[in-house]
């Protein structure tokens, strides 16, 4: 799967998310960008780490995980609501609800529209082959996510991408 491909995945799902959810028509269009660009930090990685099909070392784990921080740099600098949001999921999308994300954060201190991309991440990227290895059946990733939802990944965003998929 191309990064093209995952972010549009991650960009529907995150819309559809927010249709199951009921919020306004237009925080699911927000979350259909933001979506899509919530890993546009990884053009600073170098394309080695992201295709490495062996464990990280410490240092090229943390340049792995500043793909959300130049994420958040490149699209906060443009004052509009498309961007302001995609710069939130993009900062914060790998915040778990029991604090273990990058940054620590726990459940609400999570902004909404990174805890809807997360769910949607995450899903794509178990059903999606990886370089270091194949997809999972679409059963074992709803099993993965329904666990999660006990503490790392928001109960009620779990629940609406289950109904979806």
């Known amino acids: 799967m191309t990064d093209i491909e ?10 559809n998310i927010g249709i199951k959810l009921m919020l306004e028509e237009k925080t699911c269009a927000l979350l259909s960008i933001a979506g ?4 546009i930090g990884k053009m600073g990685v170098p394309i080695e780490l992201l295709n490495k099909r062996t464990a990280l070392t410490p240092e090229e784990y943390r340049i792995i995980q ?7 740099t ?6 509009d609501q498309i961007h302001r949001m995609a710069a939130i999921a993009a900062l914060y999308h790998h915040e778990r609800c029991d604090g273990s994300g990058y940054m620590g954060l726990y459940d609400e201190q999570i902004p909404i529209p990174a805890r809807i991309v997360a769910v949607a ?9 990886r370089p270091y290895r194949r997809a ?17 990944l928001d109960r009620q965003i779990v629940d609406a991408l289950l109904a979806i998929v």
Request: charged letters at 25%; glycine letters at 2%.
């Open 66 to 72: 500043w793909h959300t921080t130049m994420g958040y």
């Open 121 to 129: 991440d995450v899903y794509d990227a178990l059903v999606s082959d």
């Open 74 to 79: 490149m699209l906060n600098n443009i004052p």
């Open 136 to 152: 999972w059946e679409k059963e074992d990733a709803m099993d993965y996510m329904n666990d999660q939802a006990r503490e790392k």
């Open 6 to 15: 995952h972010a549009m995945n991650v960009s529907i799902l995150s819309r």
């Open 36 to 39: 899509m660009l919530h890993d």
